[in-house]
């Protein structure tokens, strides 16, 4: 079973970028399609970016197209979230997942691991 940790959060200004990281143990992702999503208290946990396990295939919230990437290192068996120009709107706990089945990357429920998340606070 796949075991995922997350790490790169932190508090930023308003433009400022930040790299996340996703590392896995126990498994490779590359057998994995990959997502990361965040939530803030109050609300549901949301969908940002995917990348299916070729790495042929992404997917992103229309929130952060243009500024999020989402890349995998195979090397590393890692998963970077690449953010630029951030925004307060990006605060929340960003989790990575993965998942062994298909369909719609942004369908949270067939992702059957995740992290503990991270914390990116922006401020403005």
């Known amino acids: 079973q796949v075991q995922l940790v997350e790490s790169g959060g932190g508090s930023v200004q308003a433009g400022d970028s930040l790299r996340l990281s996703c590392a896995a143990s126990g498994g490779t992702l590359t057998n994995y399609d990959m997502g990361w999503f965040r939530q803030t208290p109050g609300k549901e946990r949301e969908f940002v970016a995917a990348i299916s396990r070729n790495g042929r295939g992404t997917d992103y919230q229309d929130s952060v197209k243009g500024r999020f990437t989402i890349a995998r290192d195979n090397a590393e068996n890692t998963v970077h979230l690449q953010m630029n120009r951030l925004k307060s709107e990006d605060t929340a706990v960003y989790y990575c997942?993965?998942?062994?089945?298909?369909?719609?990357?942004?369908?949270?429920?067939?992702?059957?691991?995740w992290g503990q998340g991270t914390q990116v606070t922006v401020s403005s």
């Open positions: 997942a993965a998942r062994t089945g298909f369909g719609v990357f942004r369908a949270i429920m067939t992702y059957d691991f």
